[in-house]
């Protein structure tokens, strides 16, 4: 089985590449998607339209939350307006770490 690898330790933070479905039913992580360059993204839904931010930041709560880190350490570097994204997490400690390997070993539902 092929480790997902959609993010990339640097310095004291790390690129994180995101895949966004918006105007979903519901914010969740669906798993780990493959680009026909072989590049790993994290699949996340958010139930915002993708206008004027709302579905941006929502992903920015949503990881927020789910990483337990504050909002303003969550940036967009690239893809702000695009379904596929790169953010920039202001944090890596072993907590964050963990999470995105329990994330990448996720299975699609």
């Given at each position: 089985m092929k480790i997902a690898v959609f993010y990339e330790?640097?310095?004291?933070?790390?690129f994180l590449?995101?895949?966004?479905t918006p105007?979903?039913?519901a914010c969740l992580i669906k798993g780990v998607f493959?680009?026909?360059?072989g590049q790993d993204f994290l699949k996340i839904n958010v139930v915002s339209v993708p206008e004027k931010?709302?579905?941006n930041q929502e992903l920015?709560?949503?990881?927020?939350?789910n990483l337990k880190i504050p909002k303003n350490k969550i940036q967009i570097v690239s893809g702000e307006t695009d379904?596929?994204?790169?953010l920039w997490?202001?944090?890596n400690s072993q907590m964050v770490l963990n999470l995105l390997q329990k994330w990448a070993e996720k299975e699609e539902k």
């Open positions: 330790i640097s310095g004291q933070g790390i590449r995101v895949r966004l105007n979903s039913s493959t680009d026909a360059l931010g709302k579905a920015i709560t949503f990881l927020a939350k379904r596929y994204k790169k997490l202001d944090d």
